[in-house]
């Protein structure tokens, strides 16, 4: 099982297993020398015991530099209503900017989105660096929930609702 | 930020937030001693460089034991129609007995679900151990892809689709 480069048929049908993939869309936040943040889809819980979640963050980004910094994120699950959110939080704005679209708090683990499905602040608690990304754990300190349940979900590339 | 044990009302109102947070459904399969599987919603894409995902399995379960032994695991994400697949595989269910239901075919690096939207094997490219689960990240090796597209989520603490 050994194996060499991944052959471009296999990586072809790998991204298009990825597309097919739903997940929930959430903004990770975190405060460097500026508050920042960036649109994912791989926030997961990770364990109850202890409350946990994980992200897995490219490296290139500035919210990566920040977690790294600063030890804490939050993590912020969109509504299904939040699709004005997407295009600033995917790189199409940078810095301070992008949190001027949205009602946001801005909390010492990471800027809070005010009317997101839940907020969960956290500790990192622990990190794995992996090719391009690193996953983060985040021991969860702190969880806002908001009044509205049904979160933004994406697949296909583009956004999708269960509660159409 | 430093913590101690998290309060009760945090820890319910976390429980309340990943209820909300839609996942696709997957069973991880692994070859240990015998073929074994195990439900989750936590496997995601993790990165394309290299292509890779990353799963997060309960160290009791004897798909944990398989993966460490092997180094070897396959994601096999769900499709809308595969809601018999859950019981079995949440832990109604032990053994080979599980794999009678459904279509599988029986893989080096673990059972492949062979209606599956896709079936992804992986080599175990690293890990980290939290809490009561392990982060397994698997690259990439082979991707079947299925004719059906639309994937089983769970949300709310059941089931859910977006072709509904």
């Given at each position: 099982m050994e194996t060499a480069a991944m052959d471009t048929l296999t990586e072809t049908k790998f991204r298009t297993a990825m597309r097919r993939l739903t997940s929930t869309i959430a903004i990770v936040s975190a405060r460097g020398e500026e508050d920042t943040g960036v649109l994912m889809t791989s926030a997961t819980s990770l364990c109850m015991d202890p409350p946990s979640v994980l992200v897995a963050v490219n490296q290139k980004v500035s919210a990566h530099a920040a977690i790294k910094a600063s030890g804490l994120f939050r993590v912020n699950l969109l509504h299904a209503d939040h699709i004005a959110l997407l295009e600033p939080f995917s790189g199409k704005m940078k810095g301070a900017?992008?949190?001027?679209?949205g009602s946001w708090s801005f909390e010492a683990d990471g800027a809070r989105l005010?009317?997101?499905v839940a907020s969960i602040g956290c500790v990192a608690d622990g990190s794995l660096d992996y090719g391009s990304h690193t996953i983060f754990v985040g021991r969860v300190t702190d969880v806002v929930l908001g009044d509205l349940e049904h979160t933004l979900l994406w697949r296909e590339g583009q956004s999708a609702r269960t509660d159409a």
């Amino acid at each position: 099982m050994e194996t060499a480069a991944m052959d471009t048929l296999t990586e072809t049908k790998f991204r298009t297993a990825m597309r097919r993939l739903t997940s929930t869309i959430a903004i990770v936040s975190a405060r460097g020398e500026e508050d920042t943040g960036v649109l994912m889809t791989s926030a997961t819980s990770l364990c109850m015991d202890p409350p946990s979640v994980l992200v897995a963050v490219n490296q290139k980004v500035s919210a990566h530099a920040a977690i790294k910094a600063s030890g804490l994120f939050r993590v912020n699950l969109l509504h299904a209503d939040h699709i004005a959110l997407l295009e600033p939080f995917s790189g199409k704005m940078k810095g301070a900017e992008r949190f001027q679209i949205g009602s946001w708090s801005f909390e010492a683990d990471g800027a809070r989105l005010t009317d997101a499905v839940a907020s969960i602040g956290c500790v990192a608690d622990g990190s794995l660096d992996y090719g391009s990304h690193t996953i983060f754990v985040g021991r969860v300190t702190d969880v806002v929930l908001g009044d509205l349940e049904h979160t933004l979900l994406w697949r296909e590339g583009q956004s999708a609702r269960t509660d159409a």
